[in-house]
């Protein structure tokens, strides 16, 4: 059995001021360093085996904060990379939702291929790339993966579609909650989007003060 615990980065500049970041990248704010670091708190009774991170240096940072100085082997693959958005990074997100008039659905699954970016499908291809391949190599154990919030959206679509619907995310993922995905031979969603992790580890926090 293989757990995948699956964490998206901390919060960010371009999440702060409400901008558009997929393959362009802005650090995490300090909130986004102490959600990264209780969210590792907050995991310290699982042992990981391997740790898989974005590209991205927010999600990279994210993988960091919660491993510390654990021996984990971490493996950096762009296949975890945000959603692309072609010409409208670092727009406002309203511009990118703006042509969909707010129906999330929609404007993944048609995407910002015209502007030079991707859709649902192409990174549906490459999440499922990446999982076919980690688990050829992986027999079981637990695995974090730092990534993102669409792309974690469309994993989820991708590799447990029987567990998963859309309407369960009303607000998206959250920076640095924690979705578990288990695969014994076939994928289930054990856990969605859960802050308790993160919200435990920043208690513990400000209790040593």
């Known amino acids: 059995m293989i757990n995948f615990y699956i964490v998206r980065h901390g919060q960010t500049i371009f999440n ?3 901008m558009v970041q997929g393959w362009c990248d802005s650090p995490l ?33 994210t993988a960091c904060a919660i491993i510390q100085d654990q021996e984990i082997p ?47 499908k192409m990174v549906r ?18 695995i974090l993966i730092t990534s993102h919030g669409l792309t974690i959206t469309a994993m989820l679509k991708e590799m447990v579609p029987q567990d998963f619907n859309l309407k369960l995310l009303e607000h998206g993922i959250d920076n640095c909650s924690v979705t ?6 076939e994928y289930r969603l054990k ?3 859960d802050t308790t992790y993160r919200d435990r580890g920043l208690t513990s926090m400000q209790s040593k003060g």
């Open 125 to 142: 291809e490459r999440i499922r790339s990446f999982f076919d391949e980690v688990t050829q190599h992986h027999q079981d154990g637990n």
């Open 180 to 185: 578990i995905i288990e695969y014994d031979g």
């Open 74 to 120: 971490l493996t950096i693959d762009k296949r975890l990379k945000e959603f692309g958005f072609g010409m409208l990074e670092g727009e406002k997100n309203e511009v990118l939702m703006k042509p969909f008039h707010g129906d999330f659905a929609t404007a993944i699954k048609v995407g910002w291929v015209k502007e030079g970016g991707e859709n649902e």
């Open 29 to 61: 704010t300090q909130t986004g360093i102490n959600q990264a670091i209780g969210a590792g708190i907050g995991l310290n009774d699982v042992s990981f085996t391997h740790a898989y991170t974005s590209i991205s240096e927010r999600a990279y940072d």
């Open 191 to 193: 856990v969605l989007n």
């Open 16 to 18: 702060q001021k409400d």
